[in-house]
């Protein structure tokens, strides 16, 4: 079955620090990869997504490449900000098939930025 | 657009007990999935509702069941809770494989 796997946090960064959160999956097919964020006390944000492999989905400043051949979808971004101080989740979703869209996450990265 | 809407926010109920939660999609969104998140935890795929049926389930027992209505807003419906039931139960809504959109989600404790 499908499966995403995050780096273990939590992730402590100063601001304007540079961010990598890991992500490696397992699927069948051809997945289709989300960042989704969550703040304290809220639903989840989708950040980026990327369809096909070597696309590479961006949004914030955040920018994540989709990699086949390495089965990995990894989050960066060049300088952190206290406001991106959230919790982070890796997520598959198989376009074809009889997944119908359905979400498969990783267990999250919890990052904290201080200033 | 209000995007996915949730009621309630927060709900207490006792154990053995019956709930059930409320959903209203992103406008132009026909489909409806429930997922449960536990504390510190990814969220976990309940099932998927489309076109008024259910399309598909995880792995989560019949005492969870949904219903989504003529205008694509959907209900979840837990039978007999029990104090592993407290979770977050997030709403999310699509249009066809291009990414959900999450509503804020129904805290649930049971007690």
């Known amino acids: 079955g499908n499966s995403v796997t995050q780096m273990e946090g939590p992730v402590t960064l100063s601001e304007e620090a540079f961010l990598t959160i890991n992500c490696t999956y397992t699927?069948?097919?051809?997945?289709?990869l989300f960042w989704y964020v969550q703040y304290p006390g809220e639903g989840l944000q989708l950040l980026l997504k990327?369809?096909?492999?070597?696309d590479k989905g961006s949004n914030k400043g955040f920018e994540a490449t989709y990699r086949k051949e390495t089965t990995s979808f990894h989050l960066e971004k060049g300088s952190v900000q206290v406001s991106d101080s959230a919790v982070y989740f890796c997520?598959?979703?198989?376009?074809?098939?009889?997944?119908?869209?359905?979400?498969?996450f990783g267990q999250g990265t919890i990052l904290t930025v201080h200033p | 657009d209000a995007g996915v809407t949730q009621s309630p926010t927060h709900l207490i109920k006792t154990r053995g007990q019956q709930v059930t939660l409320r959903c209203s999609p992103k406008?132009?969104?026909?489909?409806v999935s429930w997922y449960q998140q536990a504390l510190g935890q990814g969220p976990q795929f309940i099932f998927q509702?489309?076109?008024?049926?259910?399309?598909q389930r995880g792995n989560f027992p019949d005492r969870f069941s949904g219903h989504q209505f003529p205008n694509y807003s959907s209900e979840l419906n837990v039978n007999a809770l029990l104090l592993g039931d407290s979770a977050l139960y997030l709403c999310?809504?699509?249009?066809?494989?291009?990414?959900?959109?999450f509503g804020q989600g129904t805290r649930l404790t049971v007690v």
């Open positions: 699927a069948t097919g051809y997945p289709s």
């Open positions: 999310a809504s699509s249009l066809g494989v291009g990414g959900a959109f």
């Open positions: 997520a598959l979703s198989n376009a074809g098939g009889t997944s119908y869209g359905k979400l498969t």
């Open positions: 406008s132009g969104h026909d489909t």
């Open positions: 509702y489309y076109e008024e049926e259910e399309r």
């Open positions: 990327a369809t096909k492999a070597d």
